[in-house]
Antibody, heavy 117, light 108 residues
Framework: EVQLVQSGAEVKKPGESLKISCKGS????????IGWVRQMPGKGLEWMGI????????RYSPSFQGQVTITADKSISTAYLQWSSLKASDTAIYYC??????????WGQGTLVTVSS | SYVLTQPPSVSVAPGQTARITCGGN??????VHWYQQKPGQAPLLVVS???DRPSGIPERFSGSNSGNTATLTISRVEDGDEADYFC???????????FGGGTKLTVL
């Protein structure tokens, strides 16, 4: 069974750094792109970027380029999304997704990130 | 960048047919995917590549895509279908994913 299991909720202060994770199982982790999707409170879905764990090829949405970093450790089948300096506007639920051709066929359960002073 | 436009809300009575549209420039030339999101849950893929249903998705869910409009059709709507629905394409020019703004389906 394919699963994407994300790390737990985080509460941070503005200016702090953060790295959240997404562990894949039940499939060949290095053979599928893993992406990240943001959902701000009460809002829609926004695609942030994507990584191919097989060779770490990474693409970013222009809206998120330079704002976050996406990495992967294929030895432990885990992808990461990280911030060096959080802002209150980063408060959202973040989903990791598996890309199959042009669609996202499996989703993680989501990680709620709250940034507040 | 490519833009997908959805109506904010659609309402339908139980047992009737709901149609949710997704507009985009020449969207008929792209593959459209649809996701259902219920409150407090992660989105779920319900239709891929315009009209394919993943395993476990009821036959009541179907899709079509032509010209500048893709449509998700839900037949014999049930209370449990009440959710937000998002369309999505992969823009091959920018090599990026694009989501529509989402449509809230209300079952009256």
């Amino acid at each position: 069974e394919v699963q994407l299991v994300q790390s737990g909720a985080e509460v941070k202060k503005p200016g702090e750094s953060l790295k959240i994770s997404c562990k894949g199982s039940g499939y060949s982790f290095t053979s599928y792109w893993i992406g990240w999707v943001r959902q701000m409170p009460g809002k829609g879905l926004e695609w942030m970027g994507i990584i191919y764990p097989g060779d770490s090829d990474t693409r970013y949405s222009p809206s998120f380029q330079g704002q976050v970093t996406i990495t992967a450790d294929k030895s432990i089948s885990t992808a990461y999304l990280q911030w060096s300096s959080l802002k209150a506007s980063d408060t959202a639920i973040y989903y990791c997704v598996r890309r199959e051709m042009g669609t996202f066929d499996y989703w993680g359960q989501g990680t709620l990130v709250t940034v507040s002073s | 960048s490519y833009v997908l436009t959805q109506p904010p809300s659609v309402s339908v009575a139980p047992g009737q047919t709901a149609r949710i549209t997704c507009g985009g420039n020449n969207i008929g030339s792209k593959s459209v995917h649809w996701y259902q999101q219920k409150p407090g849950q992660a989105p779920l893929l319900v239709v891929s590549d315009d009209s394919d249903r993943p395993s476990g998705i009821p036959e009541r869910f179907s899709g079509s895509n032509s010209g500048n409009t893709a449509t998700l059709t839900i037949s014999r709507v049930e209370d449990g279908d009440e959710a937000d629905y998002f369309c999505q394409v992969w823009d091959s020019i920018s090599d990026h994913a694009v989501f529509g703004g989402g449509t809230k389906l209300t079952v009256l």
